[in-house]
């Protein structure tokens, strides 16, 4: 089943200038795992801190898959732009709705 995951970023102010060139290069491997259908990155019209990164999955076993990866050897460095621990929060596609 599908899986769309939410991924909520909220930048330290001084590192909002090179946030989109740290997420590009995060997001092409990203893109690039097995399984990733697609990613797209909202930024907050009155908060350019603010980020959400919205990937959709083939399966909830890719996804895991990826946070694995990105827990150990694809390991971005991500977490010292941040101002906020990121929240993830995952979503089943649901047919029956």
């Not at 350019?48 to 996804?63: G, I, K, N, R, T």
């Not at 898959?65 to 694809?74: E, K, Q």
Request: proline residues 4%; aromatic residues 8%.
């Amino acid at each position: 089943m599908p899986i769309t995951a939410h991924f909520d970023l909220n930048f330290k102010t001084e590192a909002v200038s090179t946030a989109a060139a740290v997420l590009r290069d995060i997001l092409s491997a990203t893109r690039a795992f097995d399984g990733c259908l697609g990613v797209d990155v909202l930024v907050d019209s009155t908060d350019p801190a603010h980020v959400l990164v919205v990937e959709q999955w083939a399966s909830l076993e890719h996804d895991e898959a990826y946070r694995t990866w990105r827990a150990g050897d694809g390991a971005s460095g991500l977490g010292e732009l941040l101002a906020a621990p990121p929240v993830l929060t995952r979503f089943e596609t649901s047919f029956k709705i």
